[in-house]
């Protein structure tokens, strides 16, 4: 069945409520379509003991501040996904879920999301659809050849699968360092990152890097080298469970090593560990197959943009997929602003086109 709106939002996420929150203040027509059957975005698939890195109170969308979680000053994914879905209720999202995005395509002055209940006749896309959905595994030498478990950190769970096994983390950020934790106490653990690891102090946390994340962003479009800021994206964040492990010695990080083999891995001199599994906590790219069928990919994949605003298309707005579409756009208190900002320029749009 065809059905319009005048913007339709891809991703019933954080990113994609927080559009949904500045579209409905600005009074547009709009629709949000989640290829997720509950609420919650990606937040429903995590690991058993992910906490965030800053308090509820600094990890909220626009207009409700997230309850902070009894006993917790990091709340952990549950709460998020309790909030998530308190959030689209009190603003009365128009949420439509199970709905799967194939593609969008440009057909003539209006915009066509195929989707797997029907096509949607849209003025303006929001795609808000995140990185969760698309893990990032580095070409290691020898990865084929591994006869034990590997899996991204989507897959990941919790140490309990690990049990009394040998485990190399590979990863260095805040996912590796909160796996690692997990698996310290239970497993025969190696830690292994590019670099050693850089802890912020254990009185700072999220909030210092949504600040780094905020003033780098300005000096850049400033043409400005200088980034200021304190911390960057890739420092981790001592919370608790990091920081238990780390000064128990238990958390000690390896170099990378430059193989894999049948048993395990191997460094450049000789050195080898044996394993039983290996855990990539190695990233994630931005999920934009459905946006293939406009031909609007640059280098390295990243549509260009101005803002949120596609360059070359200013009828598509991206949105929560990292700093290249809004500073700390793909964390919970930094997507905010580039959804106002999205949801004002999109409701420019419209107006000029009336």
């Keep these: 069945m065809t059905q319009h709106s005048d913007v339709v939002?891809?991703?019933?996420?954080?990113?994609?409520?927080?559009?949904?929150?500045?579209?409905?203040?600005?009074?547009?027509?709009?629709?949000?379509?989640?290829?997720?059957?509950?609420?919650?975005?990606?937040?429903?698939?995590?690991?058993?003991?992910?906490?965030?890195?800053?308090?509820?109170?600094?990890?909220?969308?626009?207009?409700?501040?997230?309850?902070?979680?009894?006993?917790?000053?990091?709340?952990?994914?549950?709460?998020?996904?309790?909030?998530?879905?308190?959030?689209?209720?009190?603003?009365?999202?128009?949420?439509?879920?199970?709905?799967?995005?194939?593609?969008?395509?440009a057909d003539s002055r209006l915009l066509r999301v195929e989707t797997d209940s029907g096509p949607w006749y849209t003025r303006a896309v929001i795609s808000a659809t995140g990185t969760w959905w698309r893990p990032f595994l580095p070409a290691v030498p020898g990865r084929g050849d591994f006869q034990g478990r590997q899996l991204h950190t989507v897959s990941y769970r919790g140490p309990r699968d690990f049990a009394g096994q040998r485990v190399i983390v590979v990863g260095g950020g805040n996912s590796g360092a909160q796996i690692a934790a997990d698996l310290a106490h239970d497993t025969e653990l190696t830690w292994v990152t590019r670099r050693p690891p850089r802890y912020l102090a254990d009185d700072i946390d999220g909030r210092a890097l949504f600040d780094a994340a905020t003033a780098r962003r300005r000096a850049l479009d400033e043409g400005r080298t200088d980034t200021g800021g304190v911390a960057s994206l890739g420092d981790v964040v001592a919370v608790p469970p990091v920081r238990e492990a780390r000064d128990a010695g238990r958390l000690k990080a390896s170099p990378m090593f430059a193989r894999l083999d049948r048993d395990g891995v191997a460094w450049a001199d000789g050195t080898r560990a044996p394993a039983d599994a290996v855990i990539w906590c190695t990233g994630f790219r931005p999920a934009l197959s459905h946006l293939s069928p406009l031909g609007l990919r640059g280098p390295r994949g990243h549509i260009p943009t101005q803002g949120t605003r596609a360059v070359a298309d200013p009828r598509l707005h991206l949105l929560g997929y990292g700093d290249w579409t809004g500073p700390a756009s793909a964390t919970l208190i930094g997507v905010g602003r580039p959804a106002r900002d999205a949801a004002r320029e999109i409701a420019g749009l419209l107006e000029g086109a009336r």
């Design 9 to 105: 939002v891809i991703g019933g996420g954080q990113a994609g409520l927080a559009a949904g929150y500045h579209l409905r203040r600005l009074g547009l027509d709009f629709v949000v379509l989640d290829a997720q059957a509950t609420p919650g975005g990606a937040w429903q698939h995590t690991w058993d003991s992910l906490h965030l890195f800053s308090p509820a109170a600094f990890s909220s969308l626009p207009g409700r501040l997230m309850p902070p979680q009894p006993g917790q000053e990091y709340p952990d994914a549950g709460h998020v996904v309790a909030y998530l879905s308190d959030y689209e209720k009190r603003y009365d999202l128009p949420v439509q879920r199970p709905v799967r995005v194939i593609g969008v395509h």
